[in-house]
């Protein structure tokens, strides 16, 4: 049974609609950025990418990924964003009916297109919020318990 995410770490994730994703194959890393909705439920990243992409390519070959979100500011103090690793996988049945059901209301203008919907299972998600100091981390790990702030 997987734990609850972190209340401040489930905003952040909210409050944001682009993720990068980055991916590797024989040592070469490439990072994409792409349009997410979150399944809170499932606790999983859901993105539509085409198989011709390199970072689909790769991941076929390595399931293992990482990825970020991050909110852009000069001002030091207010400082967020967050960094994940999980696995990459395309979805099926009521999976993939919840993920295209949730991808198309955040998103209408995707139904003019095919979608080719890939979920990210995060196994560990780390949070920066300098709100909370500077520096200041968040964690949440599947299967552990979350809201842990480490220096």
Not at 21 to 44: H, K, N
Not at 93 to 111: C, D, N, S, T, W
Request: proline letters at 3%; charged letters at 30%; a positive charge.
């Amino acid at each position: 049974m997987t734990t609850e995410i972190d209340k401040r770490i489930l905003e952040f994730i909210r409050e944001h609609h682009v993720l990068t994703l980055a991916t590797s194959d024989e040592g070469r890393p490439w990072c994409s950025s792409m349009f997410y909705v979150f399944i809170e439920e499932e606790q999983l990243f859901v993105f539509t990418s085409e198989d011709k992409t390199r970072h689909i390519a790769e991941a076929r070959k390595n399931y293992r990924v990482a990825g970020s979100i991050a909110l852009e500011t000069k001002i030091v103090g207010r400082i967020r964003g967050i960094q994940f690793c999980g696995e990459i996988f395309q979805p099926d049945g009521e999976l993939l009916a919840v993920a295209k059901k949730m991808y198309l209301k955040r998103f209408p203008i995707a139904h003019l297109s095919t979608l080719h919907l890939w979920v990210v299972s995060p196994d560990l998600i780390k949070m920066t919020d300098n709100r909370l100091g500077f520096g200041k981390k968040l964690y949440w790990e599947r299967g552990k318990s979350s809201g842990e702030i480490c220096g």
